[in-house]
């Protein structure tokens, strides 16, 4: 296979996929020649009466999904917005979310995921990245994103159109005078914008495309078995990849009810009860949801727990077992790759490993720092197939690091080969790659050192992850400053004053007379990691 074009040769923001991958996914029957609006077209018109969506705040049936985001996907184009403009989503986990994404996609728009808890810094940056044409909100937060949304237009020439949930355009479909919604969109080509976490500086852009992205979907669902009947509880963010991919367009692929909760198991857990959940992704905020007093109810028809995001607890997982309920194990990113244990998997696998890739066209590397491959032992997971990206979105520069010459993703991810009764299972083994999992959102920390030296007082930091209990780690900021120590408090307003997601600031601050480097003069990341675990635990 030939290495993705660079776009640094071909001065497109886009890498394509190599023509003779294209052809073998397609050969394969993996890709389909549908768009996502297609496919789920298809899907409603099979599946009318049944339930597609059930919600803290609403419930659709697929008939009436299909049909009130036909009439968004109007609305939209009678305001004038055009197939391939960038829509910002910034919306929790509400039944108007899951409209607001089938009709942003039927109407050609490019919905780019970035997060409620998103502001100025990341959405300035980010919107203006993409060239954004709308803003997609939602009112009644605490923190006020129509006002907020309306602020980013100021200076901002491409932010056309503030979009409300609630209040969303609706139209005819068919207007004997206006634009029809296009329905003839390319299947290889951009359908959403995904987020990274894992990579230097601000977020950088992952452009999904239809086929590749629904195959990801329909491929994860076909893992598990699922069938209509599946009632799938989704609880984390569902305009992250893991919601789209393993909750909406997953469960849609096979005509299946999305069971949306929020985070707050208090109000989650009763719905699951409520609805018969089947199925559940708990992430790694939620692996103590099995001690929660409502845990019994909401699995009285559950068969199976996917367990994803972090390495898994033994507690957890005996825990769940004890209770009857199959559990596993899943490993997802929004650059694409997918492990997961499968429902054949041996205990030992599910327990101890995140499985194997989803898609027989997956091609999995464990490799040196010098791109040979690990025999045995720990290396740099690395991948490429028929839904992991050829490139990120106009960032020619750190393509060419993030990729091997021959077009294998870095992923910044540790992990080793376990053999367990003669199949081999990939172990997640840590990471490389400089970042904090806060909960399953992640911080990148040297986005978090740039903003920290904006302060005037300090002159040398470096971010490390602090160990938590409920989140997985924190962010704890080491730092050297001029002048008295700084309060977290303070840093804290530095941070509000650049306009910085919350999630990013740092949780603890300790001071240093200087940054400890290693004999080759990198900031010794691995000892403040040490110093920090250690003072938390002690
Ligand atoms: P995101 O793109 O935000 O979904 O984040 C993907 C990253 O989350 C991966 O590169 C890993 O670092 C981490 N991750 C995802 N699943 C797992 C898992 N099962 N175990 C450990 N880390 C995981």
Known sequence: MTAPASPAR????????????????????LWGSRTIPQEFRAVAARYPERDAVVALDGRMTYAELDLRTDRLAAGLAALGLR??????????????SVVAWYGVLKAGLVPVATLAAHRGHEIGEISRRVGAVAHLVEPGGRFDLVAFAHEQQRDHPTLRHVLVLGELPDADPVPADGPVPPDDGDPDGVAVHQLSGGTTGVPKVIPRRHAEYWYNAAAYARTWGWTPDSRVAHLIPIIHNAGIVCAVHAVHSVGGCLVLGSPDL??????MAREAVTQVLLGHVHY?????????????????VILSGAKVPPRLFDALEARGLWSGQLFGMGEGMFLATRPDAPRRARLETV??????????????????????????????????????????????????????????DLAAWVEIDGERYVSIEGRIKDLINRGGE??????????????????????????DPRLGERTCAYVVVDGPELSLAEVQEHFAALDVAKFKWPERIEHLAEIPRTLVGKIDKKALAADITAKVSS
Request: aromatic fraction near 8%; include cysteine; charged fraction near 25%.
């Open 10 to 29: 071909t001065g497109d923001p886009l890498v394509p996929y190599p023509a003779d991958a294209v052809r073998r996914y397609r050969e394969a029957g």
């Open 83 to 96: 197939p391939g403009d960038p829509v910002l989503f910034q919306v929790t986990n509400r039944l108007e």
């Open 266 to 271: 208090d109000e989650s857990l009763p719905l």
């Open 288 to 304: 103590r949801a099995a001690d929660h007093p409502d845990f019994d109810a909401a699995a009285t028809s559950l068969t199976r």
């Open 355 to 412: 499985g194997t890739a989803l898609s027989p066209l997956d091609e999995v590397r464990i490799l040196e720092p010098d791109s040979e491959e690990v025999a045995d032992g720990v290396g740099e997971l690395c991948c490429r197939g028929p839904y992991t990206l050829p490139g990120y979105y106009d960032a020619a520069e750190h393509n060419e690091r993030a990729f091997t010459g021959d077009g294998f993703y870095r992923t910044g």
């Open 442 to 467: 992640k911080i990148n920390a040297e986005e978090v050192e740039l903003l920290l030296l904006r302060h005037p007082r300090v002159s040398g930091v470096a971010v490390v992850p602090m160990p």
